[in-house]
């Protein structure tokens, strides 16, 4: 279970990152005053794109830093360290002759001169597009959507969920082909970018240098992350995807460190030093990511789990299953012990679960989505007549499994749909009643999405589809690289697994290795393709 080390203050938290407590009070769409100078902005800072996020009825967060050399080693971007002020413009359409909101924020050296602009006073329901100003230099222009009128009912929801981007093991095809679909939002599950050092053996993606040598080692400090994320967020095709639509996040395990549970570290890093660890990379996630200030980390926690609402069409519960979590049972990542099935065992941790379950008993949506870093379905991956599971998925919490499933009967919720990513195939399960009957009671749908790199160009099947498959709630693997794209309308959710032949190289067309249709009020996979 969770270990009694107290957790150090925030004060000294911040101490330890190098930020003042005031540096995070910039940077969120109020400039302050005596910052607003800044001279002469260096030519083309916008080298890492823009983005938007947390769509709310009445607004959402605009997102840039300035990094004219976005891997310049002191991860700095190529800025110099003072502040730097940032016009923002929202517009009813692309050629901005029908701007409704300005605004600015200022950029500062101690946030890597990111910018989290959050805008209100926009209509529900609407696209609109925004763009930003540095001095004379003008960034490229991002769609948005905000989300409709919480009693109103839309016609649909368009959305794709996607996680595991490993940079070095391929080109980001899977987004590029992402950015062409008319999506609403983007889920992001998490694996947003790898803390591993890229070296020769481990850089797949073919026709591209290998990065400078402050990238071979496994990144630990501010700057390696910040330098991390520059190098993911300067591929084009991730830049077009999230200057489609507005994008949702949770993290998995490797904006930190692999397998990381709380304050365990499976490299055994002592806690007071891997929490030091996961504050840098806390930081670095939120000046990289078009989140609020209220998800702004404190030393090391960062306020990740949200819920929204898309009208009465669907509530959206993200969850962090990484922060909270009870560590291994005696260290294993794969078994069967007795200590997996503790019932004080959690994934999200109390405060979280209760959230989790008040949320679900308020819930008057047709719809229920869950967004989680890790599998939720029960996986036995004994193909004999043994059991095995990973206490990395919520299989090393069934009893954790079991309160949610409890809190979905007690609360009657109608049609829960689970998000999640992190295995690098796509699948698509049942959520059972009773794992253990295959005709017990479906109670819900999982789609897991495939990595949109991680792993090179995988294959329509591989050696672990005998292991997933053998589970009969599964109803698809396919270990290509790729995407989900589903619609949302209030009878029924169409969800297309899009998959691309390969990645090590450019260019790969797309195409649907599956299709399924869940109905309202009838919980479960249909195959249509």
Known sequence: MRSPLPA??????????GVSAAAFAVGTGHAAAEENAGGKVPADPFAL???????????????????????????????PLRPYTVQYEVAEDEKFTRVVKRGQATATPELAHSVHAEVHGLRPG??????????????????????????????????????CAAWYHGHFTAYEHMAKEDLDLVFFLGDYIYEYGITQTNM???????????????????????????????????????????????????????????????TGIPPADFMRRRAVAYRAFYENLPLRSVMRPEGPDLAL????????????????????RDVYPAGAVIDNSPERHDPRR?????????????????????????????????????????????????????????????????????????????IHRHVAADLKADWKDPGS????????????????????TDSLAPIWLGNPHVKLYNARRGYV????????LTSEYKTVAYVRQPGAPVSTAARFVTEAGRPGLNREV
């Open 485 to 492: 794209s589903c619609t949302l309308t209030p009878d029924r």
């Open 8 to 17: 150090p203050r925030r004060r000294s938290f911040l101490a330890m990152t």
């Open 441 to 460: 009671r479906t109670i819900g749908t999982e789609l897991v999405t495939g990595s949109i790199g991680s792993d090179g160009d995988g294959g329509e």
């Open 305 to 324: 789990y949200r819920r929204y609402r898309w009208g009465r069409l669907a509530q959206i519960d993200m969850l962090d299953n990484r922060q909270y």
């Open 204 to 266: 797949w993606r073919e026709g591209v240098p290998l990065p400078g040598p402050e990238h071979a080692v496994e990144i630990q400090t501010l700057e390696q992350h910040r330098l991390r994320y520059a190098l993911f967020k300067a591929d084009h095709n991730l830049q077009a995807a999230h200057a489609n639509a507005p994008w949702i996040f949770t993290t998995d395990d490797h904006e930190v460190q692999n397998n990381y549970a709380d304050e365990w570290s499976e």
């Open 346 to 422: 959690t994934i999200l941790g109390a405060r979280q679960e209760k959230w989790l379950y008040d949320g679900l008993g308020k819930s008057d949506a047709t719809w229920n989505l869950l967004g989680t870093g890790v599998v939720m379905a029960q996986i036995d991956r004994d193909t004999g007549a043994g059991e095995l599971y990973s206490n990395d998925m919520w299989d090393g919490f069934p009893a954790n499994r079991d309160r949610l499933w409890s809190a979905f009967a007690r609360h009657k919720i109608a049609n829960p749909v689970v998000l999640s990513g992190d």
């Open 49 to 79: 794109g823009v983005a938007s996020g947390d769509p709310l009825p009445d607004g959402v967060v605009l997102w840039t830093r300035l990094a004219p050399v976005p891997l310049a080693p002191d991860g700095h971007g190529g800025m």
């Open 126 to 163: 609407r696209e609109y597009f925004y763009r930003f100003r540095a001095g004379s230099e003008l960034s490229p222009v991002g769609r948005t959507k905000t989300a409709p009128d919480p009693k109103a009912m839309p016609s649909g929801l368009r959305f794709a969920s996607a996680s």
